[in-house]
Every structure is written in C-alpha cells, then in structure tokens.
C-alpha cells in the first residue's frame, strides 16, 4: 500500500564470493507489522527478516537472490512494483553475511502459520435457470430426507451440541471371546424378551406392542421419487450449474493448496510422534473370503496339506474325502503349487468380464479347494478359514493403525444361515478390536428360485434374511450366539455384477409376495427392501439399546445411473461410485450431502476403469466424502498390507502429499461403523463436529487450516444453493440482459485465528 523498501542482493552466483557490482532492488508491496515475515526463498525454504537495530533507520540484512531476480539484472526490469536502480561498485558499499532462521518445531511462531490468504469469487448473477436448477436439486435433497431423516436429525443434533460427548464404552455389551465358555454357553445375563407381536406384509416387517414400528414410505413412493430423481439428473440445465459448481470447487482446492500447502507441511512436521503410518485407516470396503493375499493362502495351503492332510474335508461322489485325496484327484502335490498354479490375481482378461473374475475366487480353479478353504459352511465347519482369519487378525493388531471391515454373506437361501454364521464366529472367537463385521447379501434370487426348492417368491428370500434378525433383538436369550453375533455387525452391504441387464421398474412395482418369474429383479427394488426392512429393526434395536445397522452396499462400479440414484436416496454410504464421473449432479449431490464413497482404484483398474482415468482424484479434490479400500486384497494386492498398497499408489498416481493422505484415512474413520466411543479415541473426543473444531492433529495429522477449508466451502455451496433455490421458490430471479444485476462477490478466506484450542 505505497510502503517501499529496498533490499540488497548479490548480482550472480560467481559474485558470490568474488565480489561484484551490488543492485538496489526496490520492492513495494504491503507486509504484515511493516516488514516482511516468512519470505520463500531457495528450494521453498523459509527465513525471517531480522531488522539491522544498529542503524537509524530501518534496512534489512542481505540474502541470495532467486534466479528469476538475476535475470532483471541483466534485462533491467521486473514488472510495474519492482525496478532495478543504477549499478554501484561493490566497493562502496559492503556485503554483510545472510543470517538465515530456519524454522523448527522450536522457534516457529505458530500464531502468524495462517497468514489470511482471501480471493474473490464473483458468482454469475442468479437468473431464473440458476434457481430452476438450485430448487430442483434441493427437492432432490428433501427427497433424501424422507428415507434418511432420522440419521440426519440426530447428525444435526449431535453437530449442534445438544448431545453430550461419546461415552467412553457403547451401551450395549460387545461380544468378546473371554464372555464364552470351552462348551459355548454364554457367561452373562442377556436382555429379557418384549412382547411385540412380528408381521410381515408387502415384503417389509412390522412390530406391533408396546410400541409400533413400521417402514414410513411405501415402495410405490419410492418409485415416484426415483423416477422425480432421474429426470433432475437429466436435465441440461442442472447438469450445467453442477458442472460449473464442480468446476469451481476444484478451482478452489487448487488455489487452497498453492496458498498454504506449504503451511499444512509446516504443521505437520511440527506435530509430534505422529505421521501417516501412524494414524488410524478403516479399509471400509474388503470381503472376507478375499481379504489375504495370494502368498498367504498359497504358504496356509501348503502347511494344511503337510499337518493335515489326512483330515477329511469334503463329501464328493458319495464318498468322503481326504485334503490329501482332494489333492491327488487334482493331480497335484505341495511341490506343484506356486502363485502361477494357485491363479487367483485378476488379470488382462477379467477387464470388462465380471463372470471371468468371479472364477478367480477358485485356487487352481477348482471349487473344491473354494469350498474347502474359502467357505464358512462345509464339511469341517468352516475351520481353514477360520485360522486363516485369526491369522489375519493377528496382523491387523500386529499394525496396530489399520482396521478392516470384513464382509460375510448371508444368501437367504433358508433362515437357519444366521445361525450358522453366528456359530462360526462364536465357536472360533473371531473377534478383533480391529475389524467390524458388514453382512453382503448377493442379489441371486433368480438363482435361488432355480436352485432351491424353499424360495418360490422373492418375499421367501427376503423373510430368510431378516427373520431371524428381529426374532433375535424381541428373544436374545433364545438366540444367545446371533445376538452377540450382531453386537459386532455394523452394516449391510448388496453385492453382485452391476453390468448384467436388469428389468426396469419406474411406476406401480410388484409386490415380493406377487413375484414368482424366474427374471431377478431390478437394483433398486433390492436396496429399497433392504432400507425398509433395516429402517424397521433399527427403530426396534434402538429403543431396545442395541446396535444398529447402516445401509452401505455396492453401487455405481458398473451399471445405469439409476443405481446411484436409487442409493442416493436411501444409502448411508456406498463402495465404489466410479459410475458418477458422468452426471455433474450426482456428484454435487453427493457432495452436498457428503455421503461417503469407499472407492477401490486396483479392484477398479483390474475390472472396469484403468487407474489413470479413476476419478477418485477429482472426488477428493471437489470434497467429496471419499476414502480408500482395498475389495479383495486375494485378487489385486501383493503383500501382507493391502491397505498401505492403495494409499502409496494413490500417493505415487495423484502426487499426494502426506496431508492429503491422512485426510483420507481421517474420512475412512468417520464413514466406518465403528462406535463412537472408539472414533473419539481414534480422531479425537470431539469428532463429530464440523471443521476444525472436531479435528485434534494429534492424532489424525490433519491440520485444521485444511479441514477450515473443506468446512468453509461445504457451507458456501449449501447457502448458495439455499439462496438461489429461495429465489425460485418466491419469484426473484434475475433476468439474464437485466443491466441492474450486479454479481454477487463471495470471498473464500482460509484464516484460523489459532492452531491452540483452549
């Protein structure tokens, strides 16, 4: 602001030390006290200005000058605030030796790290298109709302402060193995029965007693909306204002790190004991019979077929057999396995082929060995992949900082499966701190229609998956291994070939009990019974003070976007997303709503998207809720830390820096179902609460000038949708030719005052 200073540098680096001629560079610019603090200078060093106090007046001690700096030397001009005055001999006027202040975790002055750095960003004036489109995409949003309502009330209330902070233990009992006896019988007291009374009608349960629980949209409604949904998503002027939006949002993350990038670098290494390796990553999105590596199960396999060989593990032929028989009708020996033979890394001819991949599940391709080692209900009862799994977890707390949500199967073949499952767990004490169970139910109806006799109509598949559910939370006592089985389940996942032509439904569906057709039903006639039936049992366990489920299940890797849509609307989170890169609104409405996206780059690369085109980078720079997972490390990972392959090929793919890294583990914490009791230890006590003030650095890393940041522009884009849908909705809008409107200037800042919270 008019304020000049001159400063005094060397002309070349040959004069460094030889003498030479001396320039007065002039510089006007405005700097914080009246002198410049923390200039970048050589290799993005910094140093402090240290004030000559033995002269009258104020100068400034000497350092190198930047290359750019030698070439006005030499052209004699720099631009309009900088010129260079008339050489003078060295002689006159003596060099002084550079006294450089290196920044350490000693001297930095924390308050001054975040320097108020602000741009304008001049909005285009809100013409009647703008609101059309805001107002469609907020009808789009309370449409969410009516499936989703409640998770979001109690977000709201929690992120409002009118709950206390997370207790140190979850109110229910977890299950662990010290609670079960050798024989299996359960030490404790379990909760007494209630006395609600269970109907099932139109494929959705109800509860009926002390207090009444029922699905609170019909799935003719939830037609109407999807179908409402689809038509925003299609129309050319929404997707030009999202695009735009989208556009922006990447602008300004850019912007944000060309600012203070190096500021969050600053942080970090300052922050003590904590890095990367050491922060708290949830692998959200892994499944459980491909959750080793190749190396693993080939090294198991061979220890099997040298101690145990003469167990007998499988009834073929109407004879029993042998691991050594098994063997010997392959025509194979220890000797003869390798990874080559074991062939379960997906390759070249998977891409596009989901059917291939799914023979990858087959080591040696043979579906004996599958069900031998990979199955949970088999001749041994599942006891290979139950060492196997307590192998796993032996390295899950051998790393201490990574977690796993491990996804089992239920197939609603018959209703004694969640017994089954539930014996497995408990029987083997498969238990870890580090792992939560999410139950995948594949969408193979018309499989089961021509496979098994007990499933004659899609309602008969739904009451096998969720009966056994709701019989547990009314009676624990009389299904003590489920209920503490479910103590540790924490969501639902619906898995199964997204690419495969599906029968669509967009008005008057049929009901589960009416369909009886060998065609499998639709995508998000699947998700939607799933939603209206966990809906119910989350009400009851809730009152009940159970555990709850969320809703997160496979979506968007390949298929229509009506799939998107349909999770959209009913979805706590979803695994993959990729699909989205195509619809601008999509990707802005899951943005406003920050509905989390586990997306696996490898899985992807191996079998619909080369990694370079995955648009996991564009995600996480618009803000999206993004984290990283590994699907099924058996089939695209190497090593024994699957998790740590996807964050440092990320890291080498996207030039991530060690910040950006644990901002996606941080967001991997957050979409996880662990309880809120362990997230706090994890992330910090406050969590839950937006921006900064839920962040703790001490144990995420994350610095709170970048979640600032997220936070500050997540409330931008929601007031700017509000405001522009409000105009719509009373009639102000702007013409486009009006010469009255002026733009409205918003102005992004990415100060904080303090990095100390009091």
Same mark, same amino acid.
């Given at each position: 602001?008019?304020?000049?200073?001159?400063?005094?540098?060397?002309?070349?680096?040959?004069?460094?030390?030889?003498?030479?001629?001396?320039?007065?560079?002039?510089?006007?610019?405005?700097?914080?006290?009246?002198?410049?603090?923390?200039?970048?200078?050589?290799?993005?060093?910094?140093?402090?200005?240290?004030?000559?106090?033995?002269? !009258?007046? !104020?100068?400034?001690?000497?350092?190198?000058?930047?290359?750019?700096?030698?070439?006005?030397?030499?052209?004699?001009?720099?631009?309009?605030?900088?010129?260079?005055?008339?050489?003078?001999?060295?002689?006159?006027?003596?060099?002084?030796? &550079?006294?450089?202040?290196?920044? @350490?975790?000693?001297?930095?002055?924390?308050?001054?790290?975040?320097?108020?750095?602000?741009?304008?960003?001049?909005?285009?004036?809100?013409?009647?298109?703008?609101?059309?489109?805001?107002?469609? =995409?907020?009808?789009?949003?309370?449409?969410?709302?009516?499936?989703?309502?409640?998770?979001?009330?109690?977000?709201?209330?929690?992120?409002?402060?009118?709950?206390?902070?997370?207790?140190?233990?979850?109110?229910?009992?977890?299950?662990?193995?010290?609670?079960?006896?050798?024989?299996?019988?359960?030490?404790?007291?379990?909760?007494?029965?209630?006395?609600?009374?269970?109907?099932?009608?139109?494929?959705?349960?109800?509860?009926?007693?002390?207090?009444?629980?029922?699905?609170?949209?019909?799935?003719?409604?939830?037609?109407?909306?999807?179908?409402?949904?689809?038509?925003?998503?299609?129309?050319?002027?929404?997707?030009?204002?999202?695009?735009?939006?989208?556009?922006?949002?990447?602008?300004?993350?850019?912007?944000?790190?060309?600012?203070?990038?190096?500021?969050?670098?600053?942080?970090?290494?300052?922050?003590?004991?904590?890095?990367?390796?050491?922060?708290?990553?949830?692998?959200?999105?892994? $499944?459980?019979?491909?959750?080793?590596?190749?190396?693993?199960?080939?090294?198991?396999?061979?220890?099997?077929?040298?101690?145990?060989?003469?167990?007998?593990?499988?009834?073929?032929?109407?004879?029993?057999?042998?691991?050594?028989?098994?063997?010997?009708?392959?025509?194979?020996?220890?000797?003869?396995?390798?990874?080559?033979?074991?062939?379960?890394?997906?390759?070249?001819?998977?891409?596009?082929? /989901?059917?291939?991949?799914?023979?990858?599940?087959?080591?040696?391709?043979?579906?004996?060995?599958?069900?031998?080692?990979?199955? @949970?209900?088999?001749?041994?009862?599942?006891?290979?992949?139950?060492?196997?799994?307590?192998?796993?977890?032996?390295?899950?707390?051998?790393?201490?900082?990574?977690?796993?949500?491990?996804?089992?199967?239920?197939?609603?073949?018959?209703?004694?499966?969640?017994?089954?499952?539930?014996?497995?767990?408990?029987?083997?004490?498969?238990?870890?701190?580090?792992?939560?169970?999410?139950?995948?139910?594949?969408? =193979?109806?018309?499989?089961?229609?021509?496979?098994?006799?007990?499933?004659?109509? /899609?309602?008969?598949?739904?009451?096998?998956?969720?009966? &056994?559910?709701?019989?547990?939370?009314?009676?624990?006592?009389?299904?003590?291994?489920?209920?503490?089985?479910?103590?540790?389940?924490?969501?639902?996942?619906?898995?199964?070939?997204?690419?495969?032509?599906?029968?669509?439904?967009?008005?008057?569906?049929?009901?589960?009990?009416?369909?009886?057709?060998?065609?499998?039903?639709?995508?998000?006639?699947?998700?939607?019974?799933?939603?209206?039936?966990?809906?119910?049992?989350?009400?009851?366990?809730?009152?009940?003070?159970?555990?709850?489920?969320?809703?997160?299940?496979?979506?968007?890797?390949?298929?229509?976007?009506?799939?998107?849509?349909?999770?959209?609307?009913?979805?706590?989170?979803?695994? $993959?997303?990729?699909?989205?890169?195509?619809?601008?609104?999509?990707?802005?409405?899951?943005?406003? !709503?920050?509905?989390?996206?586990?997306?696996?780059?490898?899985?992807?690369?191996?079998? /619909?998207?080369?990694?370079?085109?995955?648009?996991?980078?564009?995600?996480?720079?618009?803000?999206?809720?993004?984290?990283?997972?590994?699907?099924?490390?058996?089939?695209?990972?190497?090593?024994?830390?699957?998790?740590?392959? !996807?964050?440092?090929?990320?890291?080498?793919?996207?030039?991530?820096?060690?910040?950006?890294?644990?901002?996606?583990?941080?967001?991997?914490?957050?979409?996880?179902?662990?309880?809120?009791?362990?997230?706090?230890?994890?992330?910090?006590?406050?969590?839950?609460?937006?921006?900064?003030?839920?962040?703790?650095?001490?144990?995420?890393?994350?610095?709170?000038?970048?979640?600032?940041?997220?936070?500050?522009?997540?409330?931008?884009?929601?007031?700017?949708?509000?405001?522009?849908?409000?105009? /719509?909705?009373?009639?102000?809008?702007?013409?486009?030719?009006?010469?009255?409107?002026?733009?409205?200037?918003?102005?992004?800042?990415?100060?904080?005052?303090?990095?100390?919270?009091?």
């Amino acid at each position: 602001q008019g304020m000049s200073q001159s400063y005094l540098g060397w002309g070349g680096a040959e004069n460094d030390r030889k003498g030479g001629e001396r320039y007065d560079i002039e510089i006007k610019g405005t700097f914080e006290n009246g002198s410049p603090r923390n200039i970048p200078i050589l290799q993005g060093e910094t140093i402090d200005w240290l004030p000559n106090e033995d002269e !009258e007046t !104020e100068s400034f001690q000497t350092v190198p000058v930047y290359p750019l700096l030698r070439h006005v030397s030499s052209v004699g001009e720099f631009n309009n605030d900088t010129s260079i005055t008339s050489p003078k001999p060295f002689a006159k006027v003596p060099l002084q030796e &550079p006294q450089l202040k290196r920044i @350490t975790a000693e001297n930095i002055p924390l308050e001054t790290i975040y320097t108020s750095q602000q741009f304008a960003v001049e909005e285009t004036p809100i013409t009647e298109e703008i609101a059309k489109a805001a107002a469609d =995409l907020d009808k789009c949003i309370q449409r969410r709302l009516k499936y989703v309502g409640a998770t979001k009330q109690a977000q709201k209330a929690i992120w409002e402060g009118e709950r206390f902070p997370p207790s140190r233990s979850p109110p229910y009992l977890p299950f662990r193995p010290s609670r079960l006896t050798p024989e299996g019988v359960v030490e404790s007291d379990f909760p007494h029965s209630t006395d609600h009374h269970l109907s099932f009608e139109h494929g959705v349960y109800s509860l009926s007693g002390s207090s009444n629980h029922s699905a609170p949209v019909s799935c003719s409604d939830f037609y109407d909306d999807v179908r409402r949904t689809m038509k925003v998503i299609g129309t050319p002027s929404v997707n030009s204002f999202c695009s735009k939006r989208l556009l922006l949002l990447e602008a300004k993350f850019k912007m944000h790190l060309l600012l203070n990038e190096d500021k969050e670098i600053a942080i970090a290494k300052i922050n003590p004991h904590r890095d990367f390796y050491n922060v708290r990553k949830v692998d959200t999105h892994i $499944h459980h019979s491909a959750s080793m590596h190749q190396k693993h199960l080939l090294r198991f396999i061979k220890k099997k077929l040298k101690v145990d060989r003469d167990r007998v593990v499988i009834f073929r032929d109407g004879k029993e057999l042998t691991l050594q028989e098994v063997f010997d009708s392959l025509r194979m020996t220890a000797y003869d396995l390798s990874l080559d033979m074991l062939d379960v890394h997906a390759d070249n001819s998977t891409l596009h082929r /989901f059917d291939r991949f799914n023979l990858k599940y087959n080591p040696c391709g043979s579906s004996r060995l599958r069900e031998i080692f990979l199955k @949970t209900d088999n001749m041994i009862d599942g006891l290979y992949l139950a060492q196997i799994t307590q192998e796993l977890f032996a390295d899950y707390q051998e790393s201490k900082y990574q977690m796993a949500e491990l996804r089992v199967s239920i197939y609603g073949r018959d209703k004694e499966e969640w017994n089954k499952l539930a014996k497995w767990i408990c029987d083997n004490n498969l238990y870890s701190d580090n792992n939560r169970w999410v139950i995948q139910i594949p969408r =193979l109806y018309h499989v089961h229609k021509r496979t098994t006799s007990s499933i004659r109509v /899609f309602s008969d598949m739904i009451q096998n998956v969720f009966e &056994p559910l709701f019989k547990a939370t009314i009676s624990p006592e009389e299904y003590p291994q489920l209920h503490l089985f479910l103590q540790q389940v924490v969501a639902f996942d619906s898995v199964d070939d997204e690419s495969l032509g599906e029968r669509k439904i967009w008005k008057d569906p049929p009901t589960p009990d009416t369909w009886d057709s060998e065609d499998n039903l639709p995508y998000s006639y699947y998700i939607y019974m799933m939603w209206a039936n966990i809906h119910v049992l989350n009400q009851f366990r809730r009152e009940r003070g159970f555990s709850t489920f969320a809703l997160r299940p496979h979506c968007g890797e390949a298929g229509d976007l009506d799939h998107v849509v349909a999770a959209f609307l009913l979805a706590d989170g979803i695994n $993959h997303g990729i699909t989205m890169r195509r619809s601008p609104s999509l990707q802005y409405l899951f943005y406003l !709503e920050q509905i989390g996206l586990a997306v696996s780059p490898m899985s992807n690369n191996a079998l /619909f998207l080369q990694y370079d085109r995955n648009p996991f980078d564009i995600y996480f720079k618009r803000g999206l809720n993004v984290s990283l997972s590994t699907d099924d490390p058996l089939q695209f990972h190497m090593t024994k830390e699957p998790l740590l392959e !996807e964050y440092g090929m990320a890291k080498q793919m996207f030039r991530y820096s060690n910040v950006d890294l644990c901002e996606i583990a941080r967001n991997s914490v957050l979409q996880s179902g662990f309880e809120d009791c362990v997230k706090s230890q994890w992330i910090g006590a406050n969590y839950y609460l937006p921006g900064p003030s839920g962040n703790d650095i001490s144990r995420t890393n994350v610095p709170d000038l970048r979640l600032h940041f997220r936070h500050m522009t997540l409330e931008e884009e929601q007031s700017y949708v509000a405001e522009c849908a409000s105009k /719509f909705y009373s009639g102000e809008t702007a013409r486009v030719h009006s010469p009255s409107i002026k733009p409205r200037a918003k102005t992004l800042t990415t100060e904080v005052p303090s990095l100390h919270k009091e």
